[in-house]
């Protein structure tokens, strides 16, 4: 036999065997059969006061999914998967900082339209887009402080 004749067997042993399932002796695994995951994952049960009106089988997702108006009922348990918490309301801004904003994106999309719409772009209204843009930039970085916060305390340093 020649060695590309043992290497054509070697690959056809490997094509043919592609879809079969290892077994693996336990003595074979690098771990203990101790830490082996059941096939089924235990399921959790929650107890609900009874003023809820819900009963644990609602709560654990297992209702009919004709009864139930929840259209992911039907689907898989989520169990196990994170869940965020809503997000916090945004801060609210004052005029000053909405006028600031508006003028800063404004300035420059008026120009933009002006440019593709090809419309006549007079003197003063260039002089007002880019007077907006740079007004806006300018009351934004005024506004911004230049110092530490207020309750910062007296080192202003990591904590170690």
């Known amino acids: 036999m020649t060695p590309q004749s043992d290497e054509d067997e070697v690959w056809r042993q490997i094509v043919a065997s592609f879809n079969d399932t290892a077994e693996r002796d336990s003595a074979d695994q690098p771990w203990p059969d101790s830490e082996n995951l059941p096939a089924d994952p235990p399921r959790r049960v929650v107890r609900i006061p009874e003023e809820d009106g819900r009963t644990a089988a609602e ?12 259209p992911a009922a039907g689907q898989e348990d989520d169990e196990g998967h994170y ?6 309301p945004l801060p609210k801004t004052d005029a000053t900082a909405k006028i ?4 800063l994106f404004g300035g420059p999309a008026y120009l933009l339209v002006t440019a593709a719409a090809g419309w006549e772009l007079r003197g003063w209204a260039l002089f007002t887009a880019v007077a907006a843009f740079i007004g806006g930039f ?3 970085v005024v506004r911004m402080g230049d110092g530490p916060p207020g309750g910062s305390g007296w080192d202003d340093g990591a904590v170690l």
Do not use: K
């Open 138 to 140: 300018v009351a934004l």
């Open 100 to 103: 600031a904003w508006t003028a």
């Open 59 to 70: 709560e654990d997702g297992r209702t009919d999914a004709g009864t139930d108006s929840d």
């Open 83 to 88: 869940v965020p918490p809503p997000p916090p």
